[in-house]
């Protein structure tokens, strides 16, 4: 037991005020603003990007959409149709014995017996949910070439950005030595010279605007094909080069399996389940019936079973024309998948052709006019501020640097465009193993 009196709690003297939660709540909402911010400003992947645009794309809808109707018509296709049931009612037997009245005579049950329809309706069936999922497959590599190509865009557009502000950085580090007090050798600058280095401020100044605006377009195309939130900043990883593809004869090789050309085989294969279809459906199907009848006979009522076989007789109308159709259809199907697989090959072989030429032309460029162009441009720097030489010179080895700067960036956004389209060419996805960059 405890002894007597009581002792204060030490935590009881701190109260809770309303200006206390307040302050609590204020933290957390502080925290949570802080949280989605980063998440609207984190680096963008292309696998990142490509995920959040399939994710949105009602293109992607719209295709499993259709995938879900074709599973509904393989299941339809193998469905027996339903019976029918025939009921008369009569006066025959009241007049024969002369009761009167009416009574139920006859009941028939009837049902259709598609014998050879069955069969090819539900191949041709499967046939079409083969190739609707083959097209979502399609759908879904489009979505990513499209991602691609505005995930690319942004990227040029940022490193073009951030280029651009480094201009303005280099150009205003060239102010007059005089007016930095740790230089040791007073750089004189004649009014021609500051004119020029004042026009070269204002050009890059300009240029940040362009570059500024040019960014605001890709990040709003960025934003409505992932449909994030217009306040988002999206940023993306640096532009670097793509790694060369896979040598063409594998590609070729597995040219056939590509989503679009599969899709056009279950069409034929389609089409041709398709004529099996159209020669059992020339005449109605034959039809098994079972009555049960009653009657008037020898003086008394009676009942007595039956059954029954219907068949149509082809004398006037041999529905040839369907038989027909479907041949045509398949002829049109067949030609399709030639002329597709023909467009498929001449893009891919021109993809491989064009990214392995932009590839080779970046390395070399990057090697022979990028480094030498920095070099120079360094060079061209510590003779203007050391006197040696003059703004003329510092201003061409400017322009040379930073545009070829800007031809390199260029020249890898095509890279990657291209390295998207031979994707597509090819129908490869992004989480595919081949080795397409």
Not at 95 to 119: H, K, M, S, Y
Request: a negative charge; hydrophobic letters at 45%; aromatic letters at 6%.
């Amino acid at each position: 037991m405890y002894g007597g009196g009581t002792k204060e709690c030490p935590v009881s003297r701190h109260t809770i005020t309303p200006a206390s939660v307040g302050l609590v709540l204020l933290s957390l909402l502080f925290i949570e603003a802080r949280v989605a911010h980063a998440a609207e400003t984190s680096v963008w992947t292309l696998d990142a990007a490509a995920r959040q645009a399939l994710t949105v794309a009602p293109e992607i809808r719209e295709a499993s959409a259709e995938v879900a109707a074709r599973e509904g018509a393989l299941t339809q296709a193998g469905a027996w149709p339903n019976p029918s049931i025939d009921l008369r009612a009569d006066q025959k037997l009241g007049v024969e014995d002369g009761n009167g009245g009416t009574d139920l005579t006859q009941v028939v049950i009837t049902q259709p017996l598609p014998l050879t329809r069955l069969a090819s309706q539900r191949h041709q069936a499967e046939a079409q949910l083969a190739a609707a999922r083959e097209r979502l497959r399609y759908v879904r590599i489009a979505r990513e070439t499209e991602a691609a190509r505005v995930f690319h865009g942004l990227q040029l557009a940022q490193a073009r950005l951030t280029l651009a502000k480094q201009r303005v950085a280099f150009v205003a580090g060239l102010e007059p030595a005089s007016t930095r007090r740790s230089d040791r050798v007073v750089r004189y600058l004649t009014p021609l010279e500051r004119a020029r280095l004042a026009i070269l401020h204002e050009a890059a100044e300009q240029e940040v605007t362009s570059a500024e605006g040019k960014y605001s377009e890709a990040a709003a195309q960025f934003r409505a094909l992932l449909a994030i939130g217009p306040e988002a900043t999206p940023q993306t990883a640096l532009l670097a080069p793509p790694s060369p593809p896979p040598p063409l004869d594998e590609l070729l090789k597995g040219l056939d399996a590509h989503p679009a050309l599969v899709a056009d085989d279950q069409d034929i294969e389609a089409a041709r389940a398709g004529i099996d279809v159209a020669r059992a459906s020339r005449f109605a199907d034959p039809t098994l019936g079972v009555f049960r009848e009653r009657d008037f006979l020898n003086g008394a009522r009676r009942d007595y079973n039956g059954v029954m076989l219907s068949v149509q007789v082809p004398l006037w109308n041999l529905n040839s024309g369907g038989v027909a159709r479907a041949q045509a259809e398949t002829d049109q199907a067949r030609e399709r998948r030639t002329a597709q697989r023909r467009e498929l090959e001449t893009r891919l072989r021109q993809a491989w052709l064009h990214l392995g030429h932009l590839i080779e032309q970046a390395e070399r460029y990057r090697e022979r006019l990028l480094g030498p162009a920095r070099r120079m441009l360094e060079l061209a720097r510590r003779g203007f501020e050391t006197g040696e030489s003059n703004v003329l010179a510092l201003v061409d080895a400017y322009n040379t640097y930073f545009d070829a700067e800007v031809r390199y960036l260029e020249l890898l956004q095509e890279s990657w465009q291209e390295a998207a389209e031979l994707r597509l060419a090819a129908g490869v996805a992004l989480n595919q193993a081949e080795a397409i960059p």
